[in-house]
């Protein structure tokens, strides 16, 4: 129940910052690849970002450069930093764990982008 929770969506106008955490009550989150995804009404889910246990990360196209991913394994928590936000960026931000059979999601955080 409740194994991954976002939080820190919000409203923030054109070129604001804001950071989302996910706070993962798994076990085993250090050998997780964890990931942002983000989706809008009456459209796919797409990456956002992901990062694996060792640390490599990758972004969608649309948020490179502006975005980041980071982990604390100490503290289970992933982190997704963004910068220079669009309001195409607004979407339900939602977090995600896979290791082996396992494929967790959070709930999602809203983030709404706009002046």
């Known amino acids: 129940q409740k194994q991954l929770v976002e939080s820190g969506g919000g409203l923030v106008q054109p070129g604001g910052s804001l950071r989302l955490s996910c706070a993962a009550s798994?076990?085993?989150?250090?050998?997780?690849?964890m990931a942002w995804y983000r989706q809008v009404p009456g459209k796919q889910r797409e990456l956002v970002a992901r990062?694996?246990?060792?640390?490599?990360?990758n972004y969608g196209d649309s948020v490179k450069g502006r975005f980041t991913i980071s982990r604390y394994n100490a503290k289970n928590t992933v982190y997704l930093q963004m910068n220079n936000l669009k309001p195409e960026d607004t979407a339900v931000y939602y977090c995600?764990?896979?290791?082996?059979?396992?494929?967790?999601w959070g709930q999602g955080t809203q983030v709404t982008v706009s002046s």
């Open positions: 798994l076990i085993s989150f250090s050998v997780c690849t």
């Open positions: 995600n764990a896979v290791f082996v059979e396992y494929n967790y």
């Open positions: 990062i694996t246990n060792g640390g490599t990360t």
